[in-house]
């Protein structure tokens, strides 16, 4: 593999950690264990841009198209990639706090649903009274951690010929009235 083609893969993969940064947060929803990868790469790609320092994929992908014999070019990836084909020209300060602005919204946005999912059944169980004897409460919304619906229910076959071909259902009371 030649080395224009490494630099198109340290590329594809700059891509790659930038999306990751973005949207990790949001696949966290799904699949909690991409936080593992998630934070260690946004803190990362913030270290990177809060302290105004080179990527380090950009340097390597830079260096790789020099001995490929390529034209490098200057500046930051997105400033290469996305900026520069938008607008013409590099980045300016407030273009960089819309960066910034829009990668710290986006992971606040994701950690936040998480923090409120992660702490809602907890909060939920604690401030639900328990229902009093002898009311129905199977209208209720059913939270996580719940006994299932068919909690204080029987359920009973009739036999055959009887004209009944389903199962039928009958709620008990556990308290005597």
Same mark, same amino acid.
């Given at each position: 593999?030649?080395?224009?083609?490494?630099?198109?893969?340290?590329?594809?993969?700059?891509?790659?950690?930038?999306?990751?940064? %973005?949207?990790? #947060?949001? !696949? *966290?929803? &799904? =699949?909690?264990?991409?936080?593992?990868?998630?934070?260690?790469? $946004? /803190?990362?790609?913030?270290?990177?841009?809060?302290?105004?320092?080179?990527?380090?994929?950009?340097?390597?992908?830079?260096?790789?198209?020099?001995?490929?014999?390529?034209?490098?070019?200057?500046?930051?990836?997105?400033?290469?990639?996305?900026?520069?084909?938008?607008?013409?020209?590099?980045?300016?300060?407030?273009?960089?706090?819309?960066?910034?602005?829009?990668?710290?919204?986006?992971?606040? %946005?994701?950690? #936040?649903? !998480? *923090?409120? &999912? =992660?702490?809602?059944?907890?909060?939920?169980?604690?401030?639900? $009274? /328990?229902?009093?004897?002898?009311?129905?409460?199977?209208?209720?919304?059913?939270?996580?951690?719940?006994?299932?619906?068919?909690?204080?229910?029987?359920?009973?076959?009739?036999?055959?010929?009887?004209?009944?071909?389903?199962?039928?259902?009958?709620?008990?009371?556990?308290?005597?009235?």
């Amino acid at each position: 593999m030649g080395y224009g083609a490494l630099a198109d893969v340290v590329a594809i993969i700059h891509l790659l950690a930038i999306v990751t940064m %973005l949207f990790g #947060g949001f !696949l *966290a929803w &799904r =699949w909690p264990r991409v936080i593992a990868v998630h934070a260690p790469v $946004a /803190a990362v790609i913030g270290g990177v841009f809060l302290l105004g320092v080179d990527c380090p994929l950009t340097a390597l992908e830079q260096h790789l198209r020099t001995a490929a014999g390529e034209a490098s070019y200057s500046g930051g990836y997105l400033d290469h990639y996305l900026v520069g084909p938008l607008t013409g020209h590099g980045a300016t300060p407030a273009l960089r706090t819309l960066e910034l602005g829009v990668a710290v919204g986006f992971n606040l %946005l994701a950690y #936040g649903v !998480l *923090a409120v &999912r =992660w702490a809602a059944p907890t909060l939920i169980t604690r401030r639900r $009274a /328990a229902p009093a004897a002898g009311t129905d409460d199977q209208d209720r919304p059913q939270w996580r951690g719940d006994p299932p619906a068919t909690a204080g229910m029987t359920v009973t076959v009739e036999p055959a010929g009887t004209g009944v071909d389903r199962p039928s259902a009958k709620r008990t009371s556990s308290s005597s009235t």
